[in-house]
């Protein structure tokens, strides 16, 4: 971030006692204007928030910063079926689209030390904590939450008789999360942006699949990248697949991550379609940990080369500007955030 629009930030505070510039956390992002230019940090009191968040197309430039995400929780328990926010459908949308407890729509968007969470109870069906359908928004020492089903049959393909949830839905554009903590079972990180997510634990609750990314031809550069991340399970072995193509041309990369033995030994899943092997680009590159294994993966899965790995391992994958200022304005130092 420059000096100059540094200067130019404006600071607001959000205390459900009261005793801040608002009492909740939509008002707070109500008071910016559309078209705004100028960084506004929303303080957040810690507190559990239950509340939807809707930051609108072209109310840019925004943040909320919690002290600790552990202290500062914003909940709500919509779902596919059970959209509430304080604009209509035909603003935000309906279906699991709609149900993000925190919907981003406004470009340059930050938070950090803030959990994010669907508080709807198991079995409600899909149910997002956060969906991102924004341009350069960065999650920084939050955590995601949603509850996950366990599969109620031996095979994870056939969703007739599984009710699921989603956690973190990365929809569109870029974004970019560090020491970040993501917990879920079916297709728990989806949609079809460009992502890098770095030194993130990954949490697998129940079977199913990590990822499902939805990349839809090879001339899109959208994918995930999970670049020095962690991922574990519940003390159970073989239960979860790295990903599945929710789209033909998903792509997904997992570098110099530890993996649980809760890694399946195939590694990834053509989502029941063979045709899907020929076109998705699902990559590791020096992975380790129990789960790590490559001996027994897919075929149609590989390791990448060192050659060819450079692309993925630094933040030009999510953005080419060598100064991508929108990485670098945080209030202060940080603790990666656990469980």
Wanted: with cysteine.
């Amino acid at each position: 971030m420059s000096l100059e629009r540094m200067a130019t930030s404006r600071t607001v505070t959000v205390a459900q006692d009261g005793s801040g510039d608002y009492c909740s956390v939509q008002d707070a992002v109500d008071s910016v204007p559309l078209g705004n230019t100028c960084r506004t940090v929303i303080c957040l009191s810690p507190g559990i928030y239950r509340q939807p968040v809707y930051v609108a197309k072209k109310k840019n430039f925004i943040t909320l910063a919690g002290i600790f995400p552990e202290t500062t929780v914003l909940t709500w328990n919509n779902t596919a079926s059970k959209n509430e926010h304080h604009q209509e459908a035909r603003v935000i949308g309906k279906g699991t689209f709609a149900s993000g407890t925190v919907i981003v729509e406004g470009d340059d968007f930050i938070a950090e030390n803030i959990t994010f969470e669907n508080s709807s109870p198991q079995g409600s069906g899909q149910a997002v904590a956060v969906r991102v359908s924004a341009d350069r928004c960065a999650f920084y020492n939050c955590r995601f939450l949603s509850w996950q089903v366990r599969f109620y049959n031996d095979h994870p393909w056939l969703m007739a008789n599984v009710e699921m949830q989603d956690t973190l839905y990365l929809h569109s554009r870029k974004q970019y999360l560090k020491d970040c903590y993501i917990e879920g079972s079916v297709d728990f990180i989806f949609g079809n942006s460009t992502a890098l997510l770095e030194h993130c634990h990954i949490h697998c609750k129940s079977p199913g699949y990590i990822t499902a990314q939805s990349r839809k031809s090879p001339q899109e550069s959208t994918g995930y990248v999970f670049l020095r991340c962690v991922i574990t399970g519940n003390g159970e072995s073989g239960y979860m697949y790295l990903g599945r193509p929710w789209r033909p041309f998903g792509r997904v990369v997992f570098a110099y991550t530890y993996m649980d033995a809760c890694i399946r030994n195939v590694g990834w899943h053509n989502w029941g379609n063979e045709d899907n092997e020929e076109s998705a680009c699902f990559y590791e590159y020096r992975c380790f940990g129990p789960g790590s294994c490559l001996s027994e993966r897919v075929t149609w899965s590989r390791e990448l080369m060192d050659e060819e790995v450079g692309q993925f391992l630094h933040y030009c994958f999510v953005d080419p500007d060598q100064d991508r200022p929108w990485l670098c304005p945080r209030t202060g130092g940080r603790t990666p955030c656990s469980a």
